[in-house]
């Protein structure tokens, strides 16, 4: 019973949705300073992403004319949820070694759960322009599953005994160093960052919200308390990936001594990728993101594979 | 002062509206979000969807043609919302107040909280507007 209630309040607080949230909404920040710097400008204050997701919390939610109100609603939190339990998941896995058999297929899962709700809140609002924004949004997670979860197994690929476990793939970094030694893995690593620019819908790959295009796209009809939802997990989801690819990749978390500096500079180094990325690329046509990812993307992946298969 | 108040006065996020606006004014507002004025220091953001919006930006001296647009685009905004409206025709209804398809000022045809003067107003007076705005909020 006791390890139950631990459970929830894992769930609940730290390393779940409370903490998840706090720092995905940090970490939101930085995005906006960083991106602000790079365009040469001062850029918001620290609380700023508290200060919006307060005030949405505050305000009306208006349900579209002919939208299902279930689907409309119900849809962001399912996408909210799944991000709490992967980081969860990780974070367990990270500092108590709580890991199961397969728990990082259930990660790669519960990480496309959050999208799965944007298409479906989007088809549910009845907006012609949140629609299109839906069958992009489907479009791209087709396009970026692939290569990702070439790479992803390419890190188990490289572990000896094979693992599904993500304490079993910490335990092999512990051991014999860092999978990002090798030259399979940083392939692998590549292609990760990349479709973890397309599952945040950062540009280049932000065709399904396309702000001058579609208005945003498959969040436009929400507001109020939903829509705070939506910018939630989409912040949580930028804490949860480079912790996910730490985890996988790069060693994971260290909690004692100077692992929490390193933990927190393998954390920013990821984030700054992922920033300088987004700043200084235009937006793709789905086509040509569809293309990009099953076609160089996947011949890359494939190519990690291999090698890690040969043993590089 | 509640915490989603708060939250509402630094967060701010404009929907433009060009009710009938001959475009100087809503260039003016691009200005602002250039690095030299940069009004992402004040937490505003422009947004697509009014679905989002904070404040109704009104350009423009509304005519015939856009009078149902502009009360319908009011109406779809989630309250509580603000509305400002922008330069001469916005506040007056400037040169065109005696033309024959004037249905504005802005203030006739939705309540205004803040008046941006000035055609167009400099983005100085914008920025001075809005910060107004947030201490009247």
């Keep these: 019973m006791a390890s139950t209630l631990g459970l929830v309040l894992n769930f609940l607080i730290f390393p779940g949705l409370l903490f998840t949230a706090i720092v995905g909404l940090l970490t939101q920040w930085v995005d906006r300073k960083v991106s602000a710097r790079v365009q040469w400008r001062v850029g918001p204050p620290w609380y700023q992403p508290f200060a919006d997701i307060l005030k949405l919390l505050g ?121 990002l ?23 280049p790959f932000d065709v399904p919200e396309a702000d001058t295009e579609l208005m945003d796209g498959t969040h436009m009809e929400y507001s109020g308390a ?29 909690l004692t001594g100077w692992g929490i500096l390193y933990t927190i500079i393998k954390y920013v180094i990821i984030v700054t990728i992922i920033v300088l990325i ?21 011949v890359l992946a494939i190519i990690g594979m291999v090698l890690a298969m040969v043993g590089l | 002062m509640g915490a989603t108040s708060w939250g509402f006065k630094k967060s701010l996020w404009v929907f433009h509206l060009n009710a009938g606006a001959c ?26 969807s009014v679905k989002h919006a904070d404040v ?19 109406e779809q905004a989630p309250k509580p919302v603000a509305v400002v409206a922008l330069g001469a025709c916005g506040c007056t209804g400037g040169i065109f107040r005696d033309g024959y398809n004037f249905a504005g000022p802005v203030d006739k045809v939705i309540p205004v909280d803040a008046y941006i ?15 107004k705005l947030m201490g009247k909020l």
């Design chain 1, 278 to 298: 987004k700043n200084t690329n235009p937006r793709v046509r789905i086509d040509q993101a569809v293309r990009f990812f099953w076609g160089p993307v996947t």
């Design chain 1, 226 to 254: 939903a829509l705070a939802v939506v910018k939630l997990s989409q912040a949580m989801m930028l804490f949860t990936l480079p912790i996910f690819f730490i985890t996988i990749f790069w060693g994971g978390i260290v």
């Design chain 1, 59 to 179: 305000k009306e939610i208006l349900i579209p004319e002919g939208a299902g109100r279930t689907g409309f609603l119900f849809a962001p939190l399912a996408g909210l949820a799944a991000v709490g339990v992967v980081s969860t998941m990780l974070w367990l896995a990270n500092i108590q070694g709580g890991g199961f058999v397969g728990d990082l297929i259930g990660v790669l899962y519960l990480l496309t759960i959050p999208s799965l709700g944007m298409i479906i809140g989007a088809a549910a609002s009845g907006n012609p322009l949140a629609s299109v924004g839906a069958s992009r949004e489907m479009k791209l997670v087709l396009a970026y599953e692939l290569p990702f979860i070439i790479a992803i197994f390419t890190a188990v690929t490289k572990v000896s005994p094979m693992t599904l476990r993500l304490d079993g793939i910490l335990d092999y970094q512990a051991v014999n160093g860092v999978l």
């Design chain 2, 117 to 131: 003067p000035g055609c167009p107003p400099r983005p100085e007076a914008i920025i001075d507007g809005i910060v």
């Design chain 2, 56 to 74: 109704l930006l009104v350009s423009g001296f509304v005519s015939r043609k856009v009078l149902p647009d502009v009360i319908e685009t009011y």
């Design chain 2, 23 to 48: 475009n100087n004014c809503d260039i003016e507002v691009l200005d602002c979000l250039t690095p030299r004025f940069d009004i992402e220091r004040f937490g505003m953001k422009l947004v697509g």
């Design chain 1, 181 to 203: 030694g090798n030259a399979s893995c940083i392939i692998a690593f590549i292609v990760a960052i990349l479709c973890a620019q397309a599952k945040l819908t950062y540009p």
